[in-house]
């Protein structure tokens, strides 16, 4: 490794923002995207009749760039992002970012802000930050003359606090964070803003967020605010809701894959009835920011239901955790083109 690394205290890093120097911008006008660059500016600058600011016109995207033990930089499967972003913006009529630009991007901003990103060994990682808004002035609702796409980038460690220690959730009876046929499965922003009430409102009652159940009947389990669901069943089968309105997890897609090649394991995505608890034997919550956080147990109209523990990480659980994060820090090979190296300047 050439480059230093910045006099942070990295162990014990939350998942917040620290203004890192470089972000990537690029403007869409006319029917294309400029050119883009690099700017050590962390504001933007934009019409107040921007169709980001009153109708919701944007999408983002969460990815990580981890150091290997060698001290290399490596992005884990952003083409997944790059290609989840395009869905998001069909889905709110927003020009595509064109994949290999977007990786391209993303591998600009972590080789110019390298001293960033985390010290191999100390569980954190370079959190980056897609994000398209439309922009321009503009009252009507209808789509923007103009878009914004960045990606900026903040050292982070666990999201949930705890990291790897199980963490409880309450079931949202009351707020659904989208609609049946609704922007669940878009990373847009609504779909977090609907989330803030119900996550504050679990975390005054002492959990770490709250799990959203199926809109349309209320009997099956959907998502965590910020996460996809797992479990793992007492006949040791991996399985994952499947909805169309909760955010398609590359984290999630990923343990599929992992579970049945690597763990010789039955995966499946199905639908997981909240009554059903009784047939996980572990459960957790799946996400580039929650990485694998193990649940101990989902209060649900007033029962408490315990998965493995409430203070041990399940056995199986922790083997997909140990696969997982292996691959993403380098010391295990993942499948082909899981994993992309980021060149840095001076090499
Ligand atoms: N579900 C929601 C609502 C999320 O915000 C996230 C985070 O991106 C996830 C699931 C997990 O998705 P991924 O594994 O692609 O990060
Ligand atoms: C992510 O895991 O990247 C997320 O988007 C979760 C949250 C911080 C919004």
């Not at 900026?152 to 199980?166: E, I």
């Amino acid at each position: 490794m050439k480059h230093k690394i910045a006099d942070l205290d990295w162990a014990n890093l939350g998942f917040g923002y620290i203004k890192t120097p470089w972000r990537f911008i690029a403007h869409w006008k006319d029917g294309a995207w400029n050119e883009g660059e690099l700017t050590g500016d962390n504001r933007v600058h934009i019409s107040e009749a921007s169709t980001a600011l009153h109708y919701g016109q944007q999408c983002f995207e969460g990815m990580k760039a981890y150091r290997t033990k060698s001290g290399e930089i490596q992005l884990f499967r952003p083409d997944m992002n790059a290609k989840r972003m395009m869905a998001s913006c069909d889905r709110l009529l927003m020009p595509h970012f064109p994949e290999e630009q977007f990786i391209e991007a993303c591998k600009k901003v972590v080789a110019a802000n390298a001293e960033f990103v985390p010290p191999y060994g100390t569980g954190a990682s370079l959190y980056l930050r897609p994000l398209m808004f439309g922009v321009g002035d503009q009252i009507g609702v209808k789509s923007a003359p103009e878009f914004i796409f960045t990606v900026f980038c903040t050292p982070v460690g666990a999201y949930f606090k705890g990291g790897m220690s199980p963490v409880n959730f309450m079931v949202s009876e009351d707020y659904d964070r989208a609609a049946p046929f609704g922007t669940g499965a878009a990373k847009v922003g609504g779909n977090y803003a609907a989330s803030l009430l119900p996550h504050e409102l679990a975390k005054d009652k002492g959990y770490a967020d709250c799990i959203y159940l199926d809109p349309a009947t209320h009997t099956k389990i959907e998502e965590v605010g910020a996460a996809n669901f797992f479990a793992i069943t007492k006949n040791n089968e991996f399985v994952t809701p499947y909805s169309p309105s909760i955010l398609p997890s590359i984290t999630k897609y990923s343990l599929l894959h992992l579970a049945k090649e690597y763990l010789g394991m039955d995966a499946i995505e199905r639908d997981c009835p909240i009554n059903g608890l009784d047939e996980f034997a572990e459960a957790g919550a799946c996400g580039t920011a929650a990485v694998i956080t193990p649940i101990g147990a989902i209060d649900y109209k007033g029962e408490r239901h315990v998965f493995h523990s409430e203070t041990e990480v399940g056995p199986v659980t922790k083997k997909l955790y140990d696969t997982m994060v292996g691959i993403q820090y380098g010391d295990i090979e993942g499948p082909a083109g899981w994993v992309v190296k980021v060149p840095l300047d001076e090499e």
